[in-house]
C-alpha cells in the first residue's frame, strides 16, 4: 500500500552571525548550509498496519510525513501510495489521507467547527449522506456533541484535538498521518485519543503512521517501529522483538535495613540512598539495582539480597518502553 525507495532530500539554508555588521554583510554575500533532512530512506506499509515513526528531535520524521502526504517534492527517490506519487497526484491523493499535526491545526479560528467540517465536506466533495453518517460517528465516538458548535479558538486543547482528528477522517481516507498527535493533552484525554486511533483502525482497517515523542503512544498503538535518526533509517522491526532484545535488563527497587549492600556478578547498583543509625550502626536505605536476568533470575537476586540485608519492600521491574528508545538512541548515537 506505501512502498517508499531511497527517499533523499535535502535543505539549503542560509547562515548568518549575529548582529548588524553581519546582516549588512549578508545582503551582499549569502553563505548556504545543507542539511539532509532525508537520506535513503525506504520502507513498506501494507494496508491496516500501525507504525510508529520515532525518533530524536529533527531525526526527519515530520519531512517524511510531507513527502508521503505530497506536500514535500523529495530530491531523488520514489513513493507510491495505493499507486499514486503523493507530491505528482496530490488532487486524488488528498482523498486517500487524513493528517493530523498535533502542533497545528486544520480547523478555522474563528468559526464553530462544525462549520470547518462542512468546509472541508465541500473541499473534498463528500456525498451529503456519506458525510451526515460519517460525522454521526465521529461525534459519537470523540465525544464531540458538546463542542462542535464552539468556535476553535475556544476549545481546550483536548477537544480541539478530538475535533482536528474528525476533521482529518470525514472524508473517510484509507490511511492516517498522526504527527504528535497526543502532544500536551492530559492522561485522560490521551488515553481517549489513543482508544478512539484503535477503534478506528479496527473498524475500517485504516492504516496509520504516528510519530510521536510519547512512547506510550507507541506501546499502546503500534506493533512495529521504524527508528530514524539523522535523516536515516537505522530500524525497522517488531516492538515485541525489541523487547526481548533488551529482555535481560530488568531492575529491582529494594528497601532494606541493615548493612552496605555488596553486589555479585549480574548485579549493579544504580542508586543507593541510606541514613546510618549510628546507634546501632545500621543502615536504612532506598537502592536500585540492575538485573542482568541472563546471570540472575529474579528469585536467586531477592533470596542474595535477603542474606545481607531485612527487606522491607522490593519491586521489580522490567524495561519500559521509554527505557527501550533511550538504550536505542545510545546504541546509534543519535
Ligand atoms: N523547510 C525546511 N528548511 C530547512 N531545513 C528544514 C526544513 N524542514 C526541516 N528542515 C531540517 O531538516 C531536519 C529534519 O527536520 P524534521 O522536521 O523532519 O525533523 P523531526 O524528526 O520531525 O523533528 P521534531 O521531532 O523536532 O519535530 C532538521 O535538521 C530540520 O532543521
Known sequence: MIQVEHINKTFKVARRNAGMKEAVKALFHKEYEYVHALEDISFAIKEGEMVGYIGPNGAG??????????????????????????????????????????????????????????LLRDIYKIPQRAYKDKLEELVQLLDLKEVIRTPARQLSLGQRMRCEIAASLLHNPKILFLDEPTIGLDAVSKIAVRNFILDINKRHKTTVILTTHDMQDIEALTKRIILIGKGRILLDGKLEDLRHTFRGAKKAVVEYSGNELTLCEGLSMLADDYSLDEEKGARKGRAIIGIDTDILSVSEVISYLSLQVDITDISVTGTSVDELVVQLYKQYEI
Open 61 to 118: 520524521k515530520s519531512s517524511t510525513i510531507k513527502v508521503l502526504s505530497g506536500v514535500l517534492t523529495p530530491d531523488s527517490g520514489t513513493c507510491l501510495i495505493n499507486g499514486r506519487i503523493p507530491w505528482k497526484d496530490r488532487i486524488s491523493h488528498v482523498g486517500d489521507i487524513g493528517v493530523v499535526f498535533g502542533q497545528r491545526s486544520q480547523l478555522w479560528w474563528d468559526v464553530p467547527v462544525i462549520d470547518s467540517f462542512e
